[in-house]
């Protein structure tokens, strides 16, 4: 998480030296879930090893991928995060995942001390924006197939570990146009 930090090339060294302690370190195993949905979600996780999806039900009983994180990025439901209010969506391990987690209240404490860490999280905030804006974008642009190859070309050694359905249900289709495409790319 501090590597991210730095990258943002915002937070001095002596003030990005505060993380170290108010960062919790978890393990998850795969299947199991991190948060579930009417849960209040008071923390923000950094995968260091492993994938996480967010998934809902929707109004017919179906499970819905709505989103993965992969090695060192940052997942939450961070609507519920922000405004306080009960998560709609269950955040799963995939694999068997670690990760670097930051409370809300040491996230506050932070801001608080100054503009540095202010504008880390703003960034931070911008750039969730800006990748749920393309994913939603995407639906409206893209077929099935050109979603399937941008996952792929950034995401290609986690393919293999991701359920079809679920990766099917994240991407819009069914489970076998996602074959059909699969053997269309290999």
């Known amino acids: 998480m ?9 937070v ?8 170290d302690d ?17 849960q209040i979600c008071n923390e923000i996780f950094f995968i260091k090893k492993g994938i996480l999806r967010s998934f809902f039900f929707n109004h017919q009983g179906d499970e819905i991928t709505n989103c993965f994180a992969f090695e060192n990025e940052f997942m939450a439901s961070f609507s519920s995060f922000i405004t ?6 269950n955040i799963q391990a995939l694999t068997d995942t670690a990760l670097q ?12 001390l100054g503009i540095h860490w202010q504008e880390i999280g703003r960034k ?4 969730e924006y800006v990748t749920v804006q393309k994913r ?20 290609q050694k986690y393919l ?7 990766l099917a249900s994240y991407l819009g289709i069914t489970p076998r146009h996602l074959s059909r495409i699969r053997k269309a790319i290999l």
Do not use: C, W
């Open 2 to 10: 501090k590597t991210v930090f730095q990258s943002l090339q915002v």
């Open 12 to 19: 001095p060294q002596n003030e990005l030296d505060l993380l």
């Open 22 to 38: 108010l960062i919790t370190f978890r393990t998850l195993k795969k299947g199991e879930l991190l948060l579930t949905e009417n």
């Open 84 to 89: 306080q209010n009960v998560a709609e969506e």
């Open 101 to 112: 987690v930051v409370s809300r209240e040491s996230l506050e404490k932070l801001y608080k």
């Open 124 to 127: 931070l905030t911008e750039m």
């Open 136 to 155: 939603m974008i995407s639906f409206q642009k893209l077929s099935g197939t050109q979603r399937y190859e941008e996952l792929y070309k950034n995401h």
């Open 160 to 166: 293999q570990l991701i359920p079809l359905q679920y």
